[in-house]
């Protein structure tokens, strides 16, 4: 009877190290998937954004930036970052390195990156917009000067 207790005890704490094991895996498939999640926007005629797509592209493989939102219009490049949580104490660097590399890949545009949440948001919204042709130029270049104008408030 006492060999069965044991038994039984060895089997309850091999199934307890299994699940905790198989908990921590299932985390770091999410982390290393999460990279290949960049949202693409058509390339059609009326509104190129293969600057915007190929700026994604390059921002993600970062390690410290886990999300990326970009907008581009001929002249501009919009860009909000989110930035996991413990690399936030370095924000500012960060948003300096992504701005200067793409200042260098698209020298022709003007280029601003932001961290801030509601610019994440608000990209997000113009990227589903463009995505469903629900736009033109015109209003573009209009919702990308008010979000110019939000950033410089904030700072």
């Not at 094991?21 to 059609?44: F, M, P, R, Y």
């Not at 463009?130 to 015109?138: A, H, M, S, V």
Request: hydrophobic share 35%.
């Amino acid at each position: 009877m006492k060999v069965n207790i044991a038994n039984f005890k060895i089997l309850i704490l091999l199934l307890i190290i299994i699940g905790l094991s198989s908990g921590c895996n299932e985390n770091q498939l999410d982390n290393n998937n999460k990279k290949s999640s960049v949202s693409q926007i058509h390339t059609g005629k009326p509104i190129d954004q293969s600057i915007a797509n190929h700026a994604k592209e390059k921002i993600i493989t970062k390690d410290e930036i886990t999300d990326v939102r970009a907008v581009n219009t001929d002249k501009e490049l919009l860009a909000a970052i989110k930035v996991e949580n413990f690399d936030r104490f370095r924000l500012k660097s960060i948003e300096k390195t992504v701005t200067s590399d793409l200042e260098k890949m698209y020298p022709n545009h003007m280029v601003v990156v932001s961290s801030d949440k509601k610019m994440l948001w608000e990209l997000q919204k113009i990227e589903e917009r463009l995505q469903k042709n629900k736009t033109n130029k015109k209003n573009l270049k209009k919702d990308l000067k008010k979000l110019k104008s939000l950033i410089k408030e904030q700072t």
